[in-house]
């Protein structure tokens, strides 16, 4: 959970065209592969992560918005990225990304994805370390529908934003206006 991986699109099309001043932090391969700068999180030794996340996101200090690459999800048993990623930036605003069509960790049937609102609110709780830090909060649900066909992606957009009383959506095939405005 973290801020999604079409970035790009977010910063360069829809708060670009708004004329929002945004940054963005590159923290795993894809984001430094197409921003050719970012901070390789998982090569980092854990003890090391949470600041250079946070010297990452402060050297962005010009930026109204700054946009984090987010890295796996605090479920994952195989993920150390995750809880400093969250500390290191101090979020303000999270969007949950979600594989549509998985119920359980991708490759790890036994560990099952809980109910969203559950889940978001225990993100939220982390961000915040239950108030020590301002309370973040989650804006919206990106959906990876692939492989699902347009009537069921719709169909499971719709019972996602019921389920969390959050704007959801696939980024990729739908636009992201609903999250996005979110954000402003």
Known sequence: M????PIDKIRNYYLKDKKINTGFVATG??????TGKGIPLDAYKLDHACGAVETAVLEQKEKDIVIVEGQGSILHPG???????????????MILCHIARHNS??????????????????????????????KAKVIGVALNTTLMSEE????????????????????????GDRIFNQLI
């Open 2 to 5: 973290m801020i999604i991986d």
């Open 29 to 34: 391969q894809v984001g430094i592969t197409v």
């Open 79 to 93: 993920s150390t990225a995750t809880l400093p990623l969250m500390r290191g930036t101090c979020p303000t605003h």
């Open 105 to 134: 960790i991708r490759g790890m049937d036994n560990i099952k994805i809980p109910n969203l609102a559950k889940f978001i609110q225990l993100n939220e709780d982390l961000v915040s370390i239950l108030g020590t830090y301002p």
């Open 152 to 175: 069921n992606a719709k169909e499971f957009i719709k019972m996602t934003e019921i389920e969390t009383g959050l704007p959801a959506t696939d980024v990729i095939r739908f636009g």
